[in-house]
């Protein structure tokens, strides 16, 4: 049962697993890059960064939170092995938006269960990366839009959810893609500064554009 959120942010910051301590190291790092960013540059010593930066560490620490229960091999965090991620898409057999993503979480995504579950968790693992460091953010907000769009539709009709959550964090992350939230006190913008003309000119280059 809930009890509130500050007992449980302490609780999770402070649960004896080794998720944990990679979260504080995540935390820790976006931080120092934050610290860095402010040192470096008089620009990104503004209010709008500052609230950016944090809206997008939060946003990065809900995925991380949500992939803690889908941890492989079992991609639950039941001890018995009930539950989690296989739960969660036999959800969406039931109550999707469209019957085509219902029949194909049942007859597809359930039948190959290994073969989608762990491109799942790194999704997740690789937007709560992204977004707490602000490293390749154009990607990583996207990645998370389009993960989020999937819950929406795919428990749109569940009686246990509301749509708006996941259609809002649908929007969270694609403005986190569109306004390029890494170049706000995150890694992103550490690299935009190191950048020159030529280097942004080059395949590589194109490329970081592209995805930061």
């Known amino acids: 049962m809930r009890t509130n959120p500050f007992s449980e942010a302490l609780q999770f910051l402070l649960e004896a697993k080794w998720t944990t301590g990679v ?36 946003l990065g620490a809900m995925w991380w939170q949500q992939s803690l229960w889908k941890i492989p091999p079992t991609y639950t965090d ?16 039931k109550y999707a938006a469209v019957p085509g993503q219902s029949h194909f979480a049942k007859d597809v995504v359930l039948p190959h ?22 490293v390749f953010t154009r990607l990583g907000g996207a990645v998370g839009a389009l993960m989020a769009a999937n819950l929406w539709l ?11 959550t996941y259609f809002f964090l649908l929007l969270l992350n694609g403005t986190f893609a569109v306004h390029r939230a890494g170049r706000f006190l995150g890694v992103d ?7 020159s003309e030529a280097s942004r000119r080059s395949l590589t280059g194109r490329i970081l554009e592209l995805i930061s």
């Open 113 to 134: 269960f290994g073969f989608f579950a762990p491109q799942v968790y790194l999704g997740e693992v690789f937007v709560a990366v992204s977004l707490m460091l602000g």
């Open 189 to 195: 913008a550490l690299l935009a500064a190191r950048s």
């Open 23 to 58: 979260f504080w190291l995540l935390l820790l790092a976006s931080l120092a890059v934050a610290a860095w960013n402010w040192k470096l540059d008089r620009t990104q010593r503004t209010f709008p960064h500052l609230w950016t930066f944090g809206a997008r560490l939060l």
């Open 154 to 164: 795919g428990l749109y009709r569940s009686p246990a959810e509301w749509p708006w």
């Open 78 to 93: 039941r001890a018995d092995g009930t539950g989690g991620l296989r739960y969660w898409i036999g959800e969406m057999v």
